[in-house]
T-cell receptor
Framework: KNQVEQSPQSLIILEGKNCTLQ??????????LRWYKQDTGRGPVSLTI?????NTKSNGRYTATLDADTKQSSLHITASQLSDSASYIC?????????????FGTGTRLKVLA | DGGITQSPKYLFRKEGQNVTLSCEQN?????MYWYRQDPGQGLRLIYY???????QKGDIAEGYSVSREKKESFPLTVTSAQKNPTAFYLC?????????????FGPGTRLTVL
């Protein structure tokens, strides 16, 4: 069964600290993996997208890594800010072309405290 | 929110009533999607459409209906047959359904059944 599991479920850190969120998947065949940031009551916004040939992708203070062999991805947030408080969702696309399947993780809820 | 608008932001419905959620995009995207988001669960696909006048059921289509008469619009009707409609509904679009096909999400509509 295709699944995407994220950990931790929730996380609280102090402003200025770094943190790493984890995503493990069992989706096959794998097409690409993306991380989204979702503020409360808003739609998700894309942070990074990686195909199987990419093992790292950065977007400002956000750096995603992908290990296609172990089927793991991580999202590292550097020097956290209060505005980073949100849910972070890992999404894996199934198939190589012509399919609609996106498998969503349940998200990690991050709270950054002053 | 990437050129996708959803209305209304909040919607209240009495049991037994049908309601229609609006989704419009000006990104010239061919594909559009409707998802449902419930607390503690990943996004679940209700319906998707790859081109005008064509749409396909997703994983949880029962109790929902859609139409795609225009490229820009993909309204979702929640019918009285949907047993537990209270949820956050997200519309998304992508330039296609193959390749990277990054999805852009709207701001969402929160539906509450009274």
């Amino acid at each position: 069964k295709n699944q995407v599991e994220q950990s931790p479920q929730s996380l609280i850190i102090l402003e200025g600290k770094n943190c790493t969120l984890q995503c493990n998947y069992t989706v096959s065949p794998f097409s690409n993996l993306r991380w989204y940031k979702q503020d409360t009551g808003r739609g998700p916004v894309s942070l990074t997208i990686m195909t199987f040939s990419e093992n790292t992708k950065s977007n400002g203070r956000y750096t995603a890594t992908l290990d296609a062999d172990t089927k793991q991805s991580s999202l590292h947030i550097t020097a956290s800010q209060l505005s980073d408080s949100a849910s972070y969702i890992c999404v894996v696309s199934e198939g190589t072309s012509g399919t609609y399947k996106y498998i969503f993780g349940t998200g990690t809820r991050l709270k950054v405290l002053a | 929110d990437g050129g996708i608008t959803q209305s209304p932001k909040y919607l209240f419905r009495k049991e037994g009533q049908n309601v229609t959620l609006s989704c419009e995009q000006n990104l010239n995207h061919d594909a559009m999607y409707w998802y449902r988001q419930d607390p503690g669960q990943g996004l679940r696909l209700i319906y998707y459409s790859q081109i005008v006048n064509d749409f396909q059921k997703g994983d949880i289509a029962e109790g929902y209906s859609v139409s795609r008469e225009k490229k820009e619009s993909f309204p979702l009707t929640v019918t009285s047959a949907q047993k537990n409609p209270t949820a956050f509904y997200l519309c998304a679009s992508s330039i296609g359904t193959s390749g990277i096909r990054e999805q852009f999400f709207g701001p969402g509509t929160r539906l509450t059944v009274l």
